[in-house]
């Protein structure tokens, strides 16, 4: 088998449908003849996800339960990586993420053209600013769904880049080539994935921390690989109450704080990325998805330029 998705979820009834839908083989381009499958693994949620949310998709899904006595993804993670039939392995670990049409097209494509890559897809947020903010500014899941509503997503994926945003890490100004720091669709060789170990369990903090950080450091700091940024592709965030995404409180300061100090204490560093050279691999499909424009037009529209 060429690929398998990994996809981790808890308790996202209203946002998994979406996220599998992008992943389905008349969503994706070139997936009718793909030989992929979706490992759709449950973390425990307290309504747990049933078949009637993907019976209607034509996609190649297996799921798996886990029990529950973890916060962490990372046993899902690990669970799914044992049950991967795939090559190449796609990790999505939050499952309530939107991806455009050509994600695995243009990924795949990836392995032909360079050296063991690693692919990362850029993250963006649904809404017109990052989420950690706009829920701050009465942005919800109501107004979530009128945007999708708005564009008529999934008819042309594409259209997500009217309705998101860029993950930003503090830059005023974010470009395809900027570096990508952290990426919720992540592809790798699966003998990459098992030479790093899997995900650590030692990240048990609700959410797991910075577990998603340390698996994407660990691959492209791995012997052998290459770094590849997707351009004109992108991960859209749903709104779904995520512990450090959409907290309301203080309290998304404080888990920050507690993720930094597990991480200096499994890792001995502050550093959670990883300082490599990354090529970059793509186009860009619409107006819309050159977001160095908008960057430049949102920063000049704020008096920042």
């Known amino acids: 088998m060429k690929l398998s998705v990994i996809v981790v979820s808890f308790d996202m009834q209203r946002e998994l449908p979406r996220t599998l839908q992008s992943l389905a083989r008349d969503y994706q381009e070139g997936a009718m003849n793909l030989d992929y499958e979706v490992l759709l693994i449950d973390n425990g949620s307290p309504n747990p996800p049933t078949p009637e949310l993907w019976s209607s998709l034509n996609l190649p899904l297996r799921y798996f339960a886990m029990d529950g006595s973890s916060a962490s993804p990372a046993a899902a993670i690990n669970r799914g990586l044992a049950e991967a039939a795939g090559e190449i392995i796609c990790l999505m670990v939050d499952g309530a993420h939107i991806l455009t049409p050509g994600v695995f097209r243009a990924a795949l494509s990836c392995y032909r053209g360079f050296e063991n890559p ?3 897809v850029r993250y963006f947020y649904l809404g017109n600013e990052e989420q950690p903010v706009s829920v701050t500014q009465g942005y919800n899941t109501a107004r979530e769904d009128a945007l999708l509503r708005r564009i008529d997503w999934p008819t042309d994926g594409y259209r997500l880049f009217e309705i998101g945003t860029p993950l930003r890490h503090g830059a005023l100004l974010t470009a395809w080539l900027n570096r990508i720091g952290e990426t919720n669709c992540l592809f790798l060789r699966r003998s990459v994935f098992q030479a790093i ?17 340390d698996i994407y450091k660990q691959a492209l700091e791995s012997p052998g690989v290459t770094p590849v940024q997707l351009i004109g592709e992108g991960s859209f965030h749903q709104l779904h109450g995520g512990i450090t995404t959409n907290s309301l409180d203080g309290s998304r300061e404080a888990s920050q704080r507690a993720y930094r100090e597990q991480y200096r204490r499994l890792r001995g560093n502050d550093r959670p990325i990883a300082d490599v050279q990354f090529h970059h691999f793509g186009q860009l499909r619409t107006r819309a998805s050159n977001i160095t424009a908008r960057e430049r037009r949102r920063a000049r529209d704020a008096g920042k330029l």
């Open 118 to 120: 690693v692919v990362a």
């Open 197 to 213: 170990g899997g995900a650590d369990e030692g990240f048990d903090l609700p959410g797991g921390g910075f577990l998603n950080l």
